[in-house]
């Protein structure tokens, strides 16, 4: 297959769940870092006019929006399967998929996460207020998330899915707050983190590893 070039800054949760998926598929690729604080630079615009990561080029072709990117590997990469066979198994992946970029990315990840781990690289004390506004919200996503993963082993079927793919990073680090490890306690999402982490996707795509590869 032809080559994969992707880019993005290495910590980023997008990132991660969009390499997930070049591993869980086994298909090479090339990860041309961007820097941290470099997405909004013109060079990057001019992949990603929103400034944001990953993007993806596959020869002349570019993509940008990390289920669309797990989408199209899946289409043109279909084993193993990333999207359940059964309707509302799809469906379901589907739902939880949102569910992490509308709420749970800018509620939870972007609060909690920021204040945690991005504020201390800044040079920049935790703003409690702002972690403790955010709770209430981050128990409204975790709650729901374990309602709609059920009885599953993962989030929308028996087997992973874009689903586990972009939840996966983004909980893995919150798991190493003090908020993260309250919310997780108890629940069967931090049953299913733990089966995620042992994925070999998961231990290929963590930042030190991407790091010592880039």
Avoid: N
Wanted: hydrophobic share 45%.
């Amino acid at each position: 297959m032809s080559e994969f070039v992707v880019y993005g800054t290495i910590g980023s949760p997008y990132l991660r769940a969009a390499l997930l998926g070049f591993a869980e598929k086994s298909l090479p690729y090339r990860l041309v870092p961007v820097p941290f604080g470099q997405s909004k630079s013109e060079e990057h615009r001019a992949r990603h006019p929103f400034g944001r990561v990953p993007v993806i080029d596959h020869d002349d072709f570019r993509l940008y929006e990390t289920q669309a990117i797990l989408r199209y590997l899946d289409r043109i990469a279909p084993e193993p399967p990333l999207t359940p066979a059964d309707p509302r198994q799809a469906a379901r992946m589907d739902q939880i998929a949102g569910v992490v970029d509308w709420y749970f990315f800018p509620q939870v990840s972007a609060t909690i996460g920021f204040q945690r781990y991005v504020a201390p690289m800044a040079g920049r004390t935790p703003d409690e207020a702002i972690i403790a506004e955010a709770m209430p919200k981050a128990r409204l996503c975790f709650a729901e998330l374990e309602r709609l993963k059920g009885g599953h082993p993962y989030l929308a079927a028996e087997h992973v899915s874009i689903a586990d793919l972009m939840l996966a990073p983004q909980m893995q680090i919150l798991s190493r707050t003090p908020e993260g490890q309250e919310l997780l306690a108890g629940t069967s999402l931090a049953d299913w983190l733990e089966r995620m982490a042992a994925r070999p996707s998961m231990q290929a795509t963590g930042g030190k590893r991407l790091a010592g590869a880039a």
